[in-house]
């Protein structure tokens, strides 16, 4: 690990390389994840259509202003930000999203599974930091205020009436995608 070349002045050295090896996968995610939502955007069809589509496009917004709130926080700490597609694709843990051009409620379906994901790895970053750095740690939690009201906005689709979700716990995204579809033509 390269060391930053300064930091800001609470943290040592070490500790702003390790913050920005976790900002890192979080820029790489959420990068990853406005790609995906545009994809999703650009792939809606249905009866449903307008109302997803132009859903996500206000969280393409958020999202890659969370994008360049990490990748400047990064720089902050003295690294230099990797924002590539080779780099992102290189360095993800994740597979690539699996649904092409499909109904709204298969994509929300799929997409309920990617939000999952990305709360939870995100909750983990802020609490990894939690002790280190406070401004990473309320920059992380001020994302996850955003990130969890779209998910609520994507599952409000897939609830019944009572509160069931129509994917169940699927944890892949075709499973949600093919449950989410099956409940919206029964």
Known sequence: MVLPK???PSLTLQQGAD????LQQRLDALND???TLKHIHWNVV???FIAVHEM???QVD???LMVDAIAERIATLGVAPVGTPGELVKNRTWEDYSIGRDSAIAHLGALDVVYVGVIEDHRKAAKDVE???DVTN???VGHLHELELFHWFVRAHLESAGGVLTTGNAQSEKTAARKASAKDTA
Not at 19 to 22: E, G, I, K, L, Q
Request: proline residues 8%; glycine residues 4%; negative net charge.
């Open 6 to 8: 300064y930091t800001v």
């Open 19 to 22: 913050v920005a090896a976790v």
């Open 33 to 35: 994840l406005a790609l």
């Open 46 to 48: 249905g009866p449903h």
């Open 56 to 58: 996500l496009d206000p």
């Open 62 to 64: 958020a999202v890659r």
């Open 131 to 133: 002790e280190i750095d």
């Open 138 to 140: 309320d920059l992380l």
